[in-house]
């Protein structure tokens, strides 16, 4: 989540629209949590409706760094056995891990009766890949992962394999009756927040 | 047979043959650094990665090639050989076709007369001539 291009990382993205979004929920009087998680959990904030509270969770997200190696599908699918209650849960992720394990862990969510929002953010230059000269491509989350690549040759691979990747975990999510949106961090943060608040005026 | 150059000292261009090898380890150390999130999709196939390896190395055979085959043509190779005789340019020549205008080439005895199979031929062999022969007919 630390790859950052033109635009804001996407780490700097998801911390304005958890701010953001727990300003709202707290607003409406609904208890809001936070977990912040990489390789383990970081932080784990449980839901409360009061008003420092809004400041608790937003001193939290301005701390947070982002981590090292992440496999987010083993973590997301013991959290969603971990959660007291039945509530909305919306992840803000780009979900870089492989599929089944992602599935896994939100089908888990759903199997606990949580509603599930998936925001899946993603960098303008992840979906496109504009790189045009020899490129190494170091991993962020791995120190030492290195690839040398003309990027001129590998584009096309790299673009089927990564809209696959989209299209299926849309699809995935839509047969879970999950809400799938994609955000680019060059899209304003408040597209979110309209996606949150539709769906919530929805519940009513 | 014989063969050889007519600008042999220009065979030492061939040494330019060399320079897209040596520009591609120069520029081999230049790259853009860029410390990336979705290192997954990179991940290509062994016989994709194997495939690109083959291109790459064909184009700089191309190259290399490309400049040799220009060097050559510089050096303006030739070869002398009998076989090779109808390939080049023919010289001119003089032609004379002498007709016999005697009465015995009036015979009438076959599909047509001697005369008329002497026009014939003359007019085929005429056809074959090339630009710049000179034909003479007695």
């Known amino acids: 989540m630390g790859y950052r291009g033109r635009h804001p990382s996407k780490f700097q993205y998801v911390q304005y629209i958890a701010g953001s979004l727990a300003y709202l929920m ?53 959290l969603a056995g971990q959660l007291p209650r039945r509530g909305m849960v919306i992840i803000l992720s780009d979900c870089f891990d492989q599929l089944p394990g992602l599935v896994r862990a939100l089908r888990h969510f759903r199997h606990r009766r949580h509603e599930v ?48 990747f989209c299209r299926d975990l849309r699809a995935r999510a839509g047969e879970m009756q999950i809400d799938y949106h994609l955000l680019r961090t060059d899209e304003p943060v408040d597209r979110a927040l309209g996606i949150y608040l539709t769906k919530r005026q929805s519940r009513r | 047979m014989t063969f050889g150059f007519l600008n042999a000292l220009m065979l030492i261009g061939l040494a330019a043959v060399a320079i897209p090898p040596v520009v591609h380890l120069l520029t081999r150390r230049r790259y853009d650094v860029v410390d990336w999130g979705a290192m997954q999709f990179l991940q290509v196939s062994e016989s994709t990665r194997r495939r690109l390896l083959i291109e790459e190395i064909l184009l700089m055979l191309l190259r290399m090639g490309l400049i040799a085959v220009m060097v ?63 034909v003479a007919v007695l």
């Open chain 1, 117 to 164: 929002i998936l925001f899946h953010v993603l960098a303008p230059e992840e979906l496109e890949f504009p790189f045009k000269r020899r490129t190494q491509f170091r991993n962020l989350e791995a120190r030492g992962h290195r690839l040398l690549v003309d990027p001129h040759r590998l584009r096309q691979t790299y673009l089927e394999n990564f809209q696959a």
């Open chain 1, 26 to 78: 707290l607003h409406q009087l609904d208890a809001v949590g936070l977990v912040v998680h990489d390789t383990r959990v970081r932080h784990l904030i449980p839901p409360r409706a009061n008003s420092k509270h809004l400041l608790n969770l937003l001193h939290t997200l301005e701390r947070t760094e982002p981590g090292g190696e992440t496999s987010m599908a083993p973590l997301w699918h013991e």
């Open chain 2, 72 to 134: 050559l043509g510089l050096a303006a190779p030739y070869a002398v050989h009998p076989a090779l005789a109808t390939l080049g340019r023919q010289p001119n020549r003089d032609v004379v076709l002498v007709f016999d205008g005697s009465d015995s080439m009036g015979f009438a005895g076959g599909s047509r007369t001697p005369h008329e199979a002497a026009q014939a031929w003359a007019t085929a062999f005429i056809d074959r001539l090339a630009a710049g022969d000179r």
